[in-house]
């Protein structure tokens, strides 16, 4: 499985994100969808037990904040979210895909589009703080053999791109953060998903 | 228990996949049956865990783009969905039966025919993306095996087909594709099984 | 624990299998009982895992085909059932109890005798169709000792029954199958039980 | 702890079994109790899990059967029954308390008294078979020393106590057994205990 | 962390215990709190199974002597309890603080101050009957060291007693008890502890 | 990730603690958030079983007492809890996290804020009590790196500050307790943060 394509932005829910293995760096795809339902999470992907926690963790922040970023609470306890993170067969584990997470949720319950081209890694804490990760310099390779041209990372990451050859990463752009609220601004466009669904609370019908 | 015969479509939700075993390549059969109940989904047939998150975002996927496929999504809580892999005693494992997994829910909860004489192998993802696999010559060898006339993969795979002898595989109709709803209009037909379920929506009667 | 006689039909719900131990064959007894509940199974016997997957695949086959038996679907909320293998200190597995399984199931929802001097063999798939199993020869030997007079066996196991030395086998009568409605056509009869229990659907009382 | 005393019937839902452990035999109490409740079963006492199995098959029998033993089968949902085998340290399984078991949860729904200075041991079954058991001429030692005079066992034990020597065991009276109608008749007085809950069926209040 | 200092009365569902640990006898405390709920039972503390059984055994004979203790048994659904055991870095087992636990529960659920420099030691079963336990003359050490007066064991632990020098423990008094309400009646003063909550029965309200 | 700086008190819900880890002492934050929901509590952050003890004694504190702390024991059916200890990819474990657990509560549900440069390590009883916990010295190293003022202990460990060179932590202002109540006297304002959540007692509405 080839993950070194960028894919595009043309559904919610799906960004982007920056992973460091045993074979050197990779971008993986965080995908979360909702279906019609009750509140459940379902994670998929192989994932190990921080990574699960890190979409916890999203999710806690996203209902904890919900109306700073337009969404309706009530919401929450109406849609089922599935988070997966192909190939199913590769084992993942770590905080790394922290704030590619809850910006996967937050575009998957607001609609909004992902900024195209970008790609992202960064762990993140309950009050929505970002946390630097390792692996970066194998992340940013990865991120230039998939045509990715935004990055942002955490800002105590910043020593590791002084690091990099000036050369070699003169066609990306670094965007360095300390809170998540600063990631979704950078990362989710004003502009919803063309055949976005209609995610706005809806009253209980009376047959139900 | 020898599954190197395909069985015929008469019946919804009976897909045929191609898995990649210790002793070569095999075809294997993906059932799903629907039983009046509440939405839970069971799984049996000795499936490791990846095998489990396949049948997990087929049913994800299916849920949240029923509209695309003709299904209200309400009758998913009409309806028990119960997966079965023969044979029992054979442990089973690895993402590839995914795209037969959905194309199996799909036909189930539509009661449509499945093209005759059909298999595929392939890895979804939560977008409906799918994903190349591994094995694909020894696959190839059991669909023949099996009479297997039409076969669909990815369109990564199609240069693991390019280095099988033409010869060998010119009775082989083979469909390469990158999108699930490709999968489902090349594997399912119009026409619905003799004697399908009624799966419309219904209202829940007064008495219950 | 002699298991090696067959022990009556007077009991709905009580089918006799065939099993292959480590030390040959024996007979064993599939236990289904009712009791008036809400749907919930229980399995007990020291049943290993594939074993418990073949009663989950036999109850999802029974919900999914109840009108061909006979059943008002709706009965299935309103009893619990549970299904043991004496004895209890012996640990089993394998799918070769499935369609007996399913037959002892099908005598417990319906109250209908099971055929005497009856035993039977073979996978279940979700289906319907039987599959053969392994351990034939021990099998009938077991079958033989304990007084049995018919048998129900996968088609496929047909091979195995031929290898054996005629005179031996002249008693017994094979019947070879390769659906369940033919096992159960086979295996039960039309008429009830002594002291049947009324398994008929009732509507809920106003006082619940 | 000191087992070896037997301690009176004044207790519904007490009842004496044999055990066979590691040092020879010994008696043992199955405790039964219930609380007002919604039909939670618990199970303490280090149990293993063909013990824990056995606590199961004989609540469903119950459940099953419950006419038979004067029971309205409503008053399952009123209580949560509680199970305990003193002394907690002491690791314990096999299925030979089945019917010890069946007797105390008996006498717990129906407060009878227990036959004074009785004890037993046997596997039972679902459908109340009563299946012999092992090391029996250990546990009629203990059951000698511990003031025991009556005891139930399978009929296919009796073989067991004919090789003892006579004149050791002419103070006990065996009972031998094959159905568990027979060791309810044997081990339960018509009387019930002092004290005795009120276990009739109760009409749900408006107030709940 | 020394627990070897008795820590007085003021609080209801505080009970001293006894422990045999592999460093030799100390007290510790058992801490049973009630809070608004609906009957769940948690356990904190590092406990072992067979200490959580006990807790178990404490709380379902609590529950079915409830009136005993003037308790009225509609309550348990309107509390949640939690049991603790400090200190929380120390793993517990064992059988032997089951009255210490049972007389806790009972002083949670009525709000009875528990005697002063009082200890106990000894396993519980569903009966109500209270077992010997081992390393008496440990935890004896222990208890004088503590502060401790008046010491609950069972009847059966009187030899271990008897075994210590007169001189050593002419200070404590020793109770022996056999039977549960024994132990409630000398550990339980009449008098509630200041500040008692409010535990009688509340009718629900129509708001909830 | 670099932990060992003080990050200020805007937020409800997050407290500093002091841990000590195979690398020496370190500060760690517990944070802790409501989102509208059941009374359901989450914990991540990688922590072990005597962690995650902590945090479920420290909700049965503060739902025992609530009102000692002024708020309403309804509004916890109101909330779900997220309790996260960041790094994810550390793992966490032990009682000394108790008290810092049970601040972060208490400010969460109060929306009170916390006192500025406070840190605190100790472990809780369910009576709330405060426990001595080790690593103390190396505690303190860290707390002062990370521009700690003011520091709670238990009065017990005041003898291993004692043994600190006066010089080094003249900086710094020991605040020892015995009891819970002490701690949250000390470590939070009347003052509620900004943008404070409203976590008055909501009748539930009809709609609902
Ligand atoms: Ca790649
Ligand atoms: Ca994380
Ligand atoms: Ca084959
Ligand atoms: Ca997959
Ligand atoms: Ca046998
Ligand atoms: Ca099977
Ligand atoms: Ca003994
Ligand atoms: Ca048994
Ligand atoms: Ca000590
Ligand atoms: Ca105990
Ligand atoms: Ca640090
Ligand atoms: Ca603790």
Redesign the interface.
């Known amino acids: ?2 993950k070194d394509l960028y ?1 595009g932005n043309n ?1 919610a829910g ?1 960004v982007t994100g920056l992973a460091w293995t045993q074979v050197g760096g990779d971008i993986l ?1 965080i ?7 009750k509140g459940k999470m ?1 994670l ?3 994932l190990g ?2 990574m699960k ?2 979409a ?2 999203a999710m ?2 996203l ?2 904040h ?1 109306e700073q970023f337009g969404i309706d ?2 919401i929450f306890d109406q849609w ?1 979210i ?3 993170v ?4 590769t084992p993942k584990d ?2 790394s895909a ?1 704030i590619t997470m809850l910006t996967a949720l937050t575009s998957a319950f607001t609609q909004r589009m992902v900024k195209p081209h970008l790609a992202m890694t960064g ?1 993140i ?3 929505g ?1 970002v ?2 990760v390792g692996g970066i310099q194998e992340k940013i390779l990865a991120a230039k053999r998939a045509n990715i041209k935004d990055i942002i990372l955490c800002k ?1 990451n910043r020593k590791d791109i002084l690091e990099i050859k000036e050369d070699y990463i003169k066609d990306l752009n670094f965007h360095y953060v300390t809170e998540m609220s600063e990631v979704i601004k950078l990362a989710l466009l004003d502009k919803k998903v063309k055949n976005a669904l209609d995610t706005a609370y809806k ?2 019908s009376k ?1 139900d």
């Open positions: 499985f080839d894919e559904v799906v795809f995908e979360a969808s909702l279906s019609p339902g379902s998929t992907g192989n037990d921080v926690e890190s916890s963790i806690a922040y209902k904890a919900a609470y009530r089922d599935h988070i997966h192909p190939a199913g067969a770590g905080p922290g762990e804490t309950l009050r703080k946390l630097p105590s009253k209980a047959e």
